[in-house]
């Protein structure tokens, strides 16, 4: 068997687990060979990242999914269903946002190409060095923090926007446009003293200490649309 990790000699890579300890970065791996599946698991968890391996795709769909930022190191050749027919299926199997990254003993040029358009974010021929893979992992569980990040910041902006009323969110409407609270008011029919209560409120909702940040907000939510 190849040796798969690095050379005899290298120095230990330095450690590159989660910049924050209370959030648990998980690495999938799914590959059919034992003894090389369970080095590399090793190998992972050695830089203080969480590790769940699997010696089948069907293995890893059955098992828990995680919160956490997470990615899948997947081999191309799998027993019964090939790594890249698996990974161009994850969309639909509600997984395409999980960062992939593609090892194989037998990989050429087509594959490679129909691994990137299929979304993996990398693709590392065996025998690759250890410090290769740990930077594609680190770099993979990167790229899912940020995406956690920004569905968490959307879901918080969801959240103040269904607390507001009908006439608050008509309101801000306005106040997106650069109208006054004079010209809303004539705008809606409404007193101006209402109008400027609706806006004080709204913006007090939506967390927005300025129009900018609340516009930047609502384009964010597809409220209005982003200006060209």
Avoid: Y
């Amino acid at each position: 068997m190849q040796q798969v990790f690095s050379q005899p000699g290298k120095p230990a890579p330095h450690a590159a687990g989660s910049t924050d300890a209370a959030v648990r970065r998980t690495v999938f791996i799914v590959d059919d060979e034992d003894l090389l599946r369970g080095s590399l698991a090793s190998l992972l968890r050695s830089m203080e990242l969480e590790v769940k391996d699997f010696p089948s795709t069907a293995a890893f769909l059955a098992a828990p999914k995680v919160t956490g930022p997470s990615c899948l190191v997947l081999d191309v050749r799998l027993r019964g269903e090939s790594g890249l027919a698996f990974q161009q299926s994850l969309a639909g199997r509600g997984l395409g946002h999980l960062p992939v990254i593609i090892m194989t003993g037998h990989g050429d040029v087509s594959m490679t190409v129909r691994a990137m358009k299929a979304g993996a974010r990398d693709f590392l021929e065996k025998p690759f060095r250890d410090q290769d893979m740990i930077d594609a992992v680190i770099a993979a569980l990167e790229v899912d923090a940020k995406r956690l990040t920004v569905e968490r910041s959307l879901e918080e902006l969801r959240g103040c926007w269904a607390a507001l009323t009908p006439r608050e969110r008509e309101v801000l409407g306005h106040v997106a446009t650069g109208r006054l609270n004079k010209q809303i008011a004539g705008e809606m029919g409404i007193a101006e003293i209402t109008a400027k209560i609706h806006r004080g409120q709204g913006m007090r909702k939506m967390r927005s200490r300025s129009v900018a940040e609340l516009v930047r907000k609502m384009q964010a939510l597809g409220v209005i649309r982003e200006t060209v």
